[in-house]
Nanobody
Framework: QVQLVESGGGLVEPGGSLRLSCTAS????????IGWFRQGPGLEREFVAT????????SYGDSAKGRFTISRDNDKDTGYLEMNNLTPEDTAVYYC????????????????WGRGIQVTVSL
């Protein structure tokens, strides 16, 4: 089965940008739709974005629309989440997930998860 590892997180000032990566091993990432989710302190896991296996279909959660861009490079077995104009409310652990079949915004539908990576937006 596929294993996922997130990278690219860290500390950024408000208004700044980060690009998260999700690198797959074990199985070709092209076999899976990818989702990005986040969980802030004391909050439930929240849908951020998802992209279909070929990359033609994307969708975003309300908090991500207009600021975040999801993409993928199947030749590199890597997915990406470009985040711009970050605010302190974006502070969370961000998770990459993969599922067979179509995209979905429900985290319960995703079969494979990375360990998550911390993103902190602060002065």
């Amino acid at each position: 089965q596929v294993q996922l590892v997130e990278s690219g997180g860290g500390l950024v000032e408000p208004g700044g940008s980060l690009r998260l990566s999700c690198t797959a091993s074990g199985r070709p990432l092209e076999e899976y739709a990818i989702g990005w989710f986040r969980q802030g302190p004391g909050l439930e896991r929240e849908f951020v974005a998802t992209i279909s296996r070929g990359g033609a279909t994307v969708s975003y959660g309300d908090s991500a629309k207009g600021r975040f861009t999801i993409s993928r490079d199947n030749d590199k077995d890597t997915g990406y989440l470009e985040m711009n104009n970050l605010t302190p409310e974006d502070t969370a652990v961000y998770y990459c997930a993969a599922k067979s079949g179509w995209t979905n915004s429900n985290p319960a539908r995703f079969e494979h998860w990375g360990r998550g990576i911390q993103v902190t937006v602060s002065l």
